[in-house]
């Protein structure tokens, strides 16, 4: 809430602080296990990889998930902060949407009905959650458009909370009529699970993300602007529905493959860039790389809880980020209420 | 109506709806032509629904007219882009609300928008531009303060810096003072005054407030279901006729004798 006059500066400290704090988490998470590691194992140079255990269990075994929890709650992070400009709402988030529920939807159907094997060996699912994502977005982008006519970003929550109970409802009849394999596949996926399989699933969903954020980091004005009403933004030089369609796009492709990566996650979205402006402020050319580096750190340390505070059979990561963000929404609810 | 000086703002029979579809022959705004002098402050009264708001909408270029056209120094104002328009015409509207914990700087910062390329960050002479706009407006103090937690004078008095931290030659201003109590309606009028005066801006005021328009306005342009029914010097269009054709009310105009300018008193209803 400092003058900008430094504005350069405090990018810089934003980037170094937020950007230490992740590759603390990212480094140090994969230490954390069953079986007990070290660092300076993992890379001593003098034993060859295939004789040393440390590093197998580091790179093979715990770094793919660990990078995978980094890169969806990264994503999930900088989705909630394009929704949270759009809307003019800090309540809303690809869960609150129901742009996770829409991607969820995709990825059952495909799971469900065995489309992935028809794709020439390609998995279906990535593209399935994109679909259910920018589906449900464009049920509430058409919503977003009769709110200019009066709709208040409080009904358009709701809404959001009404598609996703409808999405649910879907979900569990399909899965009501897949068969039982399918549906226990499709009901471990949904509860989250950054268990990935290999690097090829991280490179897959890396791809996307990485065009999105590309797409998003050319508008962090923009989003200051629309955040401050559409009108007031476009008499400001904004072109705001080009700005709009290339933001909304974006955050619903981080969505689908956040989504296909790691399941429907819930929180993240409305957690981390709350955390990340009470530290930074509003300005989006801050708020953007902070949410998205602190969205990363933050659901690696919520998978480390969930694969070790719970026993070996561990918890999914989604019970965890619900546990907490439940009461925290609750918290924001009222605090705003005020 | 204005032939000395050289017009700012000329709108050619612009007609303007909503939803066509829905509710065909209803133009919000219809057949509307009018000219803006330079330096000039144009006061646009009407009753509510009567197009003010999309009038202005219309000439700041945020909304396309159905039919008829905009000119800003000649040049129709359809082809500049945007960012084009926007150094040349600042919007104030109604209200404005920050969602997010934005300070009172960081807002009328956005007002640089305009002159600054993709990711170019505020330089030290918009800094410059955007605390001399603060200062203009006597908000130099709530500079750190957060937007979302000022008083509706302050709030309103911080957009209008925005809006000169735009570096216009226009400004447009959607009923300024309507949320304000009369200290800060007063505040607001002796403001756009003085801006007027001292960096020759011209402007186009929208409001309900009729003694606001006699002492601001140096003309009027007088708005009915989305025609103009009267428009020109603001003693010649401000009447008791006109008052009662916009409002359906009996009025008396005179000039006051300590105010020194025109006033507006309501007498009641005309039916």
């Known amino acids: 809430m400092a003058a900008p006059t430094d504005l350069r500066r405090r990018l810089f400290v934003t980037l170094a602080g937020f950007g230490a704090l992740t ?55 900088i989705a909630g902060v394009v929704f949270q400009a759009f809307l003019r709402n800090p309540l809303a988030s690809p869960d609150t949407l129901g742009v996770s529920s829409g991607a969820t939807l995709g990825a059952v159907i495909v799971i469900t009905f065995h489309i992935d094997t028809a794709l020439l060996g390609v998995s279906a699912v990535p593209v399935a959650t994109f679909a259910g994502a920018a589906g449900a977005l464009g049920i509430v982008y058409a919503m977003s458009i009769a709110r200019r006519r009066g709709t208040s970003s409080t009904v358009l929550l709701l809404a959001g909370v009404a598609l996703s109970a409808f999405l649910g409802a879907l979900n569990r009849f399909i899965q009501v009529i897949g068969d039982f394999t399918d549906t226990f596949r499709s009901i471990r996926w949904m509860m989250g699970s950054l268990d990935v399989g290999s690097y090829t699933d ?109 026993g070996p059979a561990g918890m999914p990561v989604g019970a965890v980020t619900a546990f907490l963000g439940g009461p925290f929404f609750l918290w924001l609810l009222f605090r705003r209420a005020r | 109506m204005v032939s000395d000086t050289v017009a700012t703002i000329e709108a050619f029979d612009l007609s303007f709806s909503y939803d066509r579809r829905a509710r065909p022959g209803v133009s919000v705004v219809d057949r509307v032509s009018l000219s803006v002098a330079r330096g000039a402050i144009v006061g646009l009264l009407g009753p509510n629904g009567s197009g003010k708001t999309t009038l202005l909408r219309l000439l700041s270029g945020t909304l396309t007219p159905d039919r008829g056209h905009v000119h800003l120094d000649g040049q129709a104002i359809a082809a500049l882009s945007r960012r084009d328009l926007a150094r040349r015409i600042a919007v104030v509207p109604q209200e404005t609300h920050s969602a997010f914990d934005f300070s009172a700087l960081e807002i009328v910062l956005m007002g640089r928008y305009p002159h600054l390329s993709a990711f170019e960050l505020e330089g030290a002479s918009d800094l410059a531009i955007a605390r001399r706009a603060m200062a203009d407006t006597g908000t130099a103090t709530l500079e750190d303060r957060l937007f979302a937690a000022l008083s509706g ?10 809006a000169l931290a735009q570096a216009s030659e226009v400004l447009l201003l959607d009923e300024p003072t309507a949320s304000l109590d009369l200290g800060f309606q007063f505040e607001i009028a002796a403001l756009l005054s003085r801006l007027n005066k001292e960096r020759g801006t011209t402007m186009v005021v929208s409001t309900h407030d009729l003694n606001l328009a006699a002492t601001l306005c140096t003309e009027l342009v007088l708005l009915k279901d989305g025609r103009v029914i009267a428009q020109g010097a603001t003693d010649t269009a401000l009447t008791p006729a006109h008052i009662r054709e916009l409002y359906g009310v009996i009025a008396d105009v005179t000039i006051h004798p300590r105010a020194g300018h025109i006033t507006v008193v309501p007498l009641g209803r005309a039916d």
Not at chain 1, 255 to 271: E, M
Not at chain 2, 153 to 162: D, F, H, M, N, S
């Open chain 2, 153 to 162: 004078g302050e709030k309103q008095r911080v957009v209008i810096a925005g």
């Open chain 1, 23 to 77: 590759a603390v988490a990212c480094l140090t998470a994969p230490l954390i296990g069953s079986t007990s590691i070290h660092l300076s194992r993992v890379f001593d140079r003098t034993v060859p990889f295939a004789d040393n255990v440390d590093a197998q269990v580091f790179f093979v075994a715990r770094l793919p998930r660990v990078l995978a929890a980094a890169l969806v709650g990264s994503a999930f992070a």
């Open chain 1, 202 to 310: 991280l490179v897959v969903a890396l791809v996307p993300m990485a065009a999105a954020c590309a797409a998003i980091s050319t508008l962090p004005r923009e989003l200051d602007l629309v955040s401050i009403g559409a009108a007031a933004a476009e008499s400001r030089g904004v072109d705001v529905r080009r700005a709009e369609r290339i933001a909304l796009i974006s955050a619903s492709l981080l969505t689908g493959s956040a989504v296909s990566l790691g399941g429907p996650i819930p929180f993240v979205g409305i957690i981390v860039p709350h955390l990340v402006r009470l530290i930074v402020g509003a300005d989006h050319r801050l708020v953007l790389p902070a949410a998205a580096l602190f969205g990363g750190a933050f659901l690696v340390i919520c998978d480390v809880i969930a694969r070790t505070a719970f």
